[in-house]
């Protein structure tokens, strides 16, 4: 059997993706950014920002040991 050579993506196909890209990728941006706005919101409408934060900082420590470090092969 004779193989048929892949065709290459050309600059306008590489370009075209790279901007689909771009697009998803700022929409993810925006979906977090709102997701975080209407946290904010939510907290001050339930006014009980110390105790969140105060949560947070129990549960989530910066020296998290939950963080297994791989061994090289």
Partial sequence: MIQKKKKKPTIKELAGMIGAFMVQLE?????VFNGDKALDEYIKMKGDKEDFVKYLEENYK?????????EDK
């Fill in 27 to 31: 929409q993810l941006k925006a979906h």
């Fill in 62 to 70: 910066e020296d998290d040991t939950d963080n297994k470090k791989t």
